[in-house]
């Protein structure tokens, strides 16, 4: 039975993973920019730290779990800009690790007009499947005696980000590379991955002196894959609490919870209630993120709503 349990899993989550390397989901993707477009790199103007824990599935057995943990800062010049990404992400048996760097050029085109970035990235993604985790029926079963090799695959991003006082817009393509190998095939279940194409956009609406509508949208596409689009709409109230909704297209409806603290300290909870037919086998999905900002300072652009 539990060999059986595995088969179910494997048909339903590894060919989602085969097809896009399982490119890692998040329903609070307005604050972690830098996961999506390295060209985000330091828009805060604040050595700024996001740690973002995501439970996919709760109660679904090898369902994803995703921990990322970003840094980006300006330089001296703020024309320069530099930050780092920490992922881990697992499906099943099967774990990606990634690592890299991301440098973006920022160009002021005045207090009116916004500022432009262009970004790069580079880095590492740590792939393996630890078959020796499933437990099976049949001892000594030679298909789950090993855990694969650990592969190395480069990874290298590109993107660029428009910002203003009121809206912001960015396409990016956080891997350039496609990649097959089939050397990968007989050991890793993610065994080739297609470029992903993301856009972003939000707005600020203010409705009166203490609240502020923000609509954002999020559009991926992958090749051999549906486009999927992320909407979403946060209330925010005197600057501190934010309360939204999303829908995700052919997937989940999010509802989510922002509280700044203070300039530096920000707290965020989305819950996900998926409207496919694999609500019958989980519990929903829980994303939990904390960001802290050091060296904070109010400029003409700020707070910074995204």
């Given at each position: 039975?539990?060999?059986?349990?595995?088969?179910?899993?494997?048909?339903?989550?590894?060919?989602?993973?085969?097809?896009?390397?399982?490119?890692?989901?998040?329903?609070?993707?307005?604050?972690?920019?830098?996961?999506?477009?390295?060209?985000?790199?330091?828009?805060?103007?604040?050595?700024?730290?996001?740690?973002?824990?995501?439970?996919?599935?709760?109660?679904?057995?090898g369902?994803?779990?995703?921990?990322?943990?970003?840094?980006?800062?300006?330089?001296k010049?703020?024309?320069?800009?530099?930050?780092?990404?920490?992922?881990?992400?697992?499906?099943?048996?099967?774990?990606?690790?990634?690592?890299?760097?991301?440098?973006a050029?920022?160009?002021?085109?005045?207090?009116r007009?916004?500022?432009?970035?262009f970004?790069?990235?580079?880095?590492?993604?740590?792939?393996?499947?630890?078959?020796?985790?499933?437990?099976?029926?049949?001892?000594?079963?030679?298909?789950?005696?090993?855990?694969?090799?650990?592969?190395?695959?480069?990874?290298?991003?590109?993107?660029?980000?428009?910002?203003?006082r009121?809206w912001?817009?960015g396409?990016?393509?956080?891997?350039?590379l496609?990649?097959?190998?089939?050397?990968?095939?007989?050991?890793?279940?993610?065994?080739?991955?297609?470029?992903?194409y993301?856009l972003?956009?939000?707005?600020?609406?203010?409705?009166?002196?203490?609240?502020?509508?923000?609509?954002?949208?999020?559009?991926?596409?992958?090749?051999?894959?549906?486009?999927?689009?992320?909407f979403?709409?946060?209330?925010?109230?005197?600057?501190?609490?934010?309360?939204?909704?999303?829908?995700?297209?052919?997937?989940?409806?999010?509802?989510?919870l922002?509280?700044?603290?203070?300039?530096?300290?920000?707290?965020?909870?989305?819950?996900d209630?998926?409207?496919?037919?694999?609500?019958r086998?989980?519990?929903?999905?829980?994303?939990?993120?904390?960001?802290?900002?050091?060296?904070?300072?109010v400029?003409?652009?700020?707070?910074?709503?995204?």
């Amino acid at each position: 039975m539990k060999r059986l349990i595995w088969l179910v899993l494997a048909s339903v989550l590894l060919p989602a993973a085969a097809k896009a390397q399982h490119y890692p989901m998040f329903s609070q993707y307005m604050f972690n920019g830098l996961v999506i477009n390295p060209a985000y790199t330091g828009s805060r103007d604040a050595l700024s730290l996001t740690a973002l824990y995501r439970q996919q599935w709760t109660g679904f057995r090898g369902a994803p779990r995703t921990q990322t943990v970003t840094a980006h800062s300006p330089l001296k010049n703020p024309r320069n800009n530099f930050g780092v990404t920490f992922l881990h992400d697992r499906v099943g048996v099967s774990t990606h690790t990634m690592a890299y760097g991301s440098y973006a050029y920022r160009i002021d085109l005045g207090e009116r007009a916004g500022r432009l970035a262009f970004g790069l990235q580079g880095g590492l993604s740590l792939l393996q499947d630890r078959w020796t985790e499933i437990i099976t029926d049949q001892n000594g079963d030679e298909v789950f005696s090993a855990n694969s090799p650990t592969f190395v695959v480069p990874r290298v991003g590109f993107g660029v980000y428009y910002d203003h006082r009121r809206w912001y817009f960015g396409a990016s393509v956080p891997f350039l590379l496609d990649y097959k190998n089939s050397d990968y095939t007989q050991y890793v279940a993610n065994s080739f991955q297609y470029r992903p194409y993301m856009l972003t956009a939000g707005v600020l609406i203010r409705l009166n002196p203490d609240f502020i509508l923000k609509p954002s949208i999020l559009v991926k596409y992958l090749r051999n894959s549906p486009i999927q689009g992320d909407f979403n709409a946060n209330l925010i109230f005197k600057d501190v609490f934010w309360i939204g909704a999303s829908y995700r297209t052919g997937d989940a409806m999010v509802g989510m919870l922002e509280y700044q603290i203070n300039p530096q300290f920000r707290i965020g909870y989305a819950f996900d209630y998926t409207i496919t037919e694999l609500r019958r086998y989980h519990n929903g999905s829980h994303e939990f993120m904390l960001r802290y900002e050091f060296g904070y300072k109010v400029k003409a652009m700020s707070p910074r709503y995204f």
